[in-house]
C-alpha cells in the first residue's frame, strides 16, 4: 500500500507547484501591504513598530493572513489542476502542508529572496503603492506561468508513472509505425 502511494508522486510536480505556490503567498503577501500603506510602506517602519505596537501587529497578522489565502488559492488551482490532467491528488496537498508549515515558521525563504522578488517595483519607489502593485502583478503572473503553461504540465506529465497497459499501448503503436514507414527514394547527390 505505502509502495503504492510512493508510485503515485510525482517529484516534478511537486517541485514546479511548490514554486508556484511559493509566488502565490508572496504575491498576496506583498499586496496585502496595501491595506495600511500609509504606515506598512514608512521609510521608518523600525520606529514606528516600537511606538505603535498594535497597530504593526494588526497589520502583520493581516500581511500573513493574505499569504495564507495565497496559499489556499494556490492549493485549490493545483488541487483542480492535479484532477483534471489525471495526476494523483496527493501532490496537491503535500505542497500544501509543506508550504504551510514552512511559511509558519518562516522557513521559505523570504527574507532572503524578497530584495529580488520585489526589485521590479524599486523602479517606482521602495514606498510606492505603484511599486506593491507592480510586484504583486510580477509575482503573481510568475505563479501563474508556472500552472498553466502547457509546455510546464507536458515536462510534469513525463514524470508521472503510467500504468502498464498504457505503456503497452504505446509500444504497439511505435511498432505499427515503424511498419508503416517507408524510406523515400533519395536522389544521388552529384
Not at 83 to 91: H, I, Q
Not at 144 to 170: H, Q, S
Amino acid at each position: 500500500m505505502m509502495r503504492n502511494f510512493i508510485s503515485k508522486l510525482n517529484t516534478r510536480q511537486l517541485i514546479i507547484h511548490f514554486i508556484a505556490s511559493w509566488f502565490f503567498v508572496y504575491a498576496f503577501r506583498t499586496a496585502a501591504n496595501l491595506y495600511d500603506h500609509s504606515f506598512l510602506l514608512a521609510e521608518n517602519l523600525d520606529v514606528m513598530r516600537l511606538i505603535f505596537k498594535e497597530r504593526y501587529n494588526t497589520d502583520m497578522f493581516i500581511v500573513t493572513q493574505c499569504g495564507i489565502l495565497g496559499l489556499l488559492i494556490s492549493y485549490v488551482i493545483a488541487w483542480v489542476i492535479s484532477l483534471k490532467r489525471n495526476w494523483f491528488w496527493a501532490n496537491s496537498v503535500i505542497i500544501f502542508l509543506g508550504v504551510f508549515l514552512l511559511y509558519n515558521y518562516n522557513l521559505l525563504g523570504w527574507a532572503t529572496l524578497r530584495y529580488l522578488a520585489l526589485a521590479p517595483g524599486q523602479i517606482f519607489g521602495s514606498s510606492s503603492v505603484l511599486a506593491v502593485i507592480v510586484d504583486f502583478i510580477i509575482l503573481l503572473s510568475i505563479g501563474c506561468y508556472l500552472f498553466f503553461r502547457k509546455g510546464i504540465k507536458d515536462f510534469i506529465d513525463t514524470g508521472v508513472n503510467k500504468p502498464k497497459k498504457a505503456l503497452l499501448k504505446e509500444r504497439v503503436s511505435m511498432t505499427e509505425l515503424k511498419k508503416s514507414y517507408k524510406p523515400s527514394k533519395k536522389r544521388p547527390v552529384k
